[in-house]
């Protein structure tokens, strides 16, 4: 099954949230459910987190 555009930005979104700000994936899939796309949402609700790797 091939990717749509949506899930591929996902996918960039998820993995560049856990390389640039220490979460897992899973936390990172988590926020992207809740906020979306947005990214200064997404990293200041990352940064909020309490259990970063």
Do not use: C
Not at 4 to 27: K, M, N, W, Y
Not at 28 to 47: C, D, Q, T
């Amino acid at each position: 099954m091939a990717l749509t555009s949506d899930s591929q930005s996902q996918e960039a979104v998820v993995q560049r949230l856990v390389r640039e700000i220490g979460i897992t994936e899973a936390q990172a899939l988590e926020l992207v459910s809740f906020l979306g796309l947005n990214w200064g949402s997404l990293v200041r609700e990352a940064k909020a987190l309490p259990f970063r790797k």
